[in-house]
């Protein structure tokens, strides 16, 4: 019998391709997150290849956000439209800021150093003040009436109307 002497066929190892296979999709994953990532740190989009545009259009307002729209001029620093036609104004008086952030009854409006509220009154409104060091400031005021609020004026932890 010479088909006694030959040895069984050996079953298919599917180690070595499991392996092959298993290191090539971890280099395509760890590439596709190394170019996502590093296209997001420079400010590129890999994911769209046409132009952006010069200017969007703006985003649509909630009726909530309508009425408490931001006023926000560089050169005044409380906008007196908001405070005098029944609105609520905060202005940081903090020396070197950057940006303030109010947020009332869950509506938020920022700007450089104040920002204007249609609004003429709210239960509660948090004003956060980011100095140009990156120092961060916060206060809360309750209840909230219609007027000019100053914040953080010769170091102060407050806002006072």
Do not use: H, N
Not at 7 to 29: D, H, N, Q, T, Y
Not at 107 to 136: F, I, W, Y
Request: proline share 11%.
């Amino acid at each position: 019998d010479a088909d006694a002497d030959e040895e069984p066929p050996k079953p298919r190892s599917w180690l070595i391709p499991g392996v092959v296979i298993f290191l090539f999709a971890g280099a395509l994953i760890l590439g596709g997150t190394l170019m996502l990532g590093g296209a997001l740190l420079s400010g590129t989009s890999p994911v769209t290849s046409a132009p952006t545009p010069a200017a969007a259009p703006p985003p649509a307002q909630s009726p909530a956000a309508a009425t408490m729209a931001a006023s926000t001029p560089e050169a005044t620093p409380a906008p007196p439209a908001a405070a005098a036609g029944g609105g609520m104004t905060f202005v940081s008086a903090a020396p070197d800021t950057a940006k303030i952030t109010v947020s009332c009854d869950g509506v938020e409006v920022s700007g450089p150093t104040s920002v204007g509220l249609g609004a003429a009154s709210a239960q509660k409104c948090s004003v956060k003040v980011m100095l140009e060091d990156r120092t961060r400031l916060f206060s809360e005021v309750t209840p909230v009436e219609a007027g000019t609020y100053r914040c953080f004026e010769g170091g102060s932890k407050d806002c006072v109307r």
